[in-house]
Antibody, heavy 123, light 111 residues
Framework: QLQLLESGPGLVKPSETLSLTCTVS??????????WGWIRQPPGKGLEWIGS???????YYNPSLKSRVTLSVDTSKNQFSLNLNSVTATDTAVYYC???????????????WGQGTLVTVSS | QSALTHPRSVSGSPGQSVTISCTGT?????????VSWYQQHPGKAPRLMIF???KRPSGVPDRFSGSKSGNTASLTISGLQAEDEADYYC???????????FGGGTKLTVL
């Protein structure tokens, strides 16, 4: 059974960089057409897609966050990572990593999700 | 691009059917048959319930069904059960700039 697990600091200061890692286990990370994505959910609010990437490095970003987001991958560890810079209180959210079946128009949904990790932006 | 629009809440009694709507635009729901739906219980991660408008992943009960008409997608839950009480989100592919957008979520209460 595929499992995803987010890890990283739970508290980040304003203007600093939020860094999270997602570790994938129980399935193939660097084969097939799967992309790996990040989605966030501010407390009490809805879901927002942040970005997705392929294990080879091809990336897609939410246009509203693109200037602050960097996604990267470490295939040797079956991990992919999110960096979000210049954070403010509005970036406080539960951050989820998820598997996306592909990047053609038909693959843009998320079939496996991590448990999520709360990141609070506060001084 | 704005989020897809849901009703804030819907409710139904056990055994009844409920339908949750999700309204987009001619740039997303209206033009692509790539709508997905997610169920989220409090404190839990979302779970994929429907993809490609009406397809169910393995393990999702056939009480859950999806459809689309024009700019509006719908999730119908028949034979409501207590465990169906959750938040539901729709999501649509939105083209090669925005890529994917979510709805604001609907809270389903089983009376």
């Amino acid at each position: 059974q595929l499992q995803l697990l987010e890890s990283g600091p739970g508290l980040v200061k304003p203007s600093e960089t939020l860094s999270l890692t997602c570790t994938v286990s129980g399935g193939s990370f660097s084969s097939g057409s799967y992309y790996w994505g990040w989605i966030r959910q501010p407390p009490g609010k809805g879901l927002e897609w942040i970005g997705s990437m392929y294990y080879s490095g091809n990336t897609y970003y939410n246009p509203s966050l693109k200037s602050r987001v960097t996604l990267s991958v470490d295939t040797s560890k079956n991990q992919f990572s999110l960096n979000l810079n210049s954070v403010t209180a509005t970036d406080t959210a539960v951050y989820y990593c998820a598997r996306q079946p592909g990047a053609s128009s038909s693959g843009w949904y998320f079939d496996y999700w991590g448990q999520g990790t709360l990141v609070t932006v506060s001084s | 691009q704005s989020a897809l629009t849901h009703p804030r809440s819907v409710s139904g009694s056990p055994g009844q059917s409920v339908t949750i709507s999700c309204t987009g635009t001619s740039s997303d729901v209206g033009v692509y048959n790539y709508v997905s739906w997610y169920q989220q219980h409090p404190g839990k991660a979302p779970r994929l319930m429907i993809f490609d408008v009406s397809k169910r992943p393995s393990g999702v009960p056939d009480r859950f069904s999806g459809s689309k008409s024009g700019n509006t997608a719908s999730l119908t839950i028949s034979g409501l059960q207590a465990e169906d009480e959750a938040d539901y989100y729709c999501c649509s592919y939105a083209g090669s700039y925005t890529y994917v957008i979510f709805g604001g979520g609907t809270k389903l209460t089983v009376l």
